[in-house]
């Protein structure tokens, strides 16, 4: 069963850049989408965009100016920073495969990971 | 605000049915047969229960279905059981873009 796990620091200072990585587990990142989801606190789920595999991506257009994904086939993982972070980019982070070859329906999921943005 | 809405919450007894509904508008819900539900236990991770409206992963029992109707995509599962209890949520295909409903908490009387 594929294994998803998101992990950087839980607290960002505003203005500066947020970084996660999502290790991928019992199975290949290739031929794949991987996609950033992100729930706010008390608020519903929020697209971030995807990564292809072979590194092409698209975001989020309210998110798309902050946003840069990229993808690390050697060490199976994939990785999100969103740039000049206020307060309103607290949430729970996930990271998510695409199911079978298209990048509309998530089909694995990680436990998330909590980012705070306060000084 | 969610750009899909959902019902804040649902519930039924054990082996009744229940149908959790998401709204979405003609960019979204209403032009594509992209819509997916996904389960939430709290504190795990989301789990794909339906994709394209009406399939279901394999796994996901058939006491969970998905249809649309217009702007309007529902969730409906039958046969209710206690780990049924979770939140649920829509999302739609909506031009290079994904949305996300608000969510459901389903809970099981």
């Known amino acids: 069963q594929v294994q998803l796990q998101e992990s950087g620091p839980g607290l960002v200072k505003p203005s500066e850049t947020l970084s996660l990585t999502c290790i991928v587990s019992s199975g290949s990142i290739s031929n794949h989408y991987w996609s950033w989801i992100r729930q706010p606190p008390g608020k519903g789920l929020e697209w971030i965009g995807y990564i292809y595999y072979s590194g092409t991506t698209d975001y989020n257009p309210s998110l798309k100016t902050r946003v840069t994904m990229s993808v690390d086939m050697s060490k199976n993982q994939f990785s999100l920073k969103v740039s000049s972070v206020t307060a309103a980019d607290t949430a729970v982070y996930y990271c998510?495969?695409?199911?079978?070859?298209?990048?509309?329906?998530?089909?694995?999921w990680g436990q998330g990971a909590l980012v705070t943005v306060s000084s | 605000q969610s750009a899909l809405t959902q019902p804040p919450s649902a519930s039924g007894s054990p082996g009744q049915s229940v149908t959790i509904s998401c709204t979405g508008t003609s960019s979204d819900v209403g032009s594509y047969k992209y819509v997916s539900w996904y389960q939430h236990h709290p504190g795990k991770a989301p789990k794909l229960m339906i994709y394209?409206?009406?399939k279901r992963p394999s796994g996901v029992p058939d006491r969970f279905s998905g249809s649309k109707s217009g702007n309007t995509a529902s969730l409906t599962v039958s046969g209710l059981q206690a780990e049924d209890e979770a939140d649920y949520y829509c999302s739609s295909y909506a031009g290079s873009n994904i949305v996300f409903g608000g969510g459901t908490k389903l809970t099981v009387l």
């Open positions: 998510a495969r695409g199911y079978g070859y298209s990048w509309v329906a998530l089909d694995y």
């Open positions: 394209e409206v009406s």
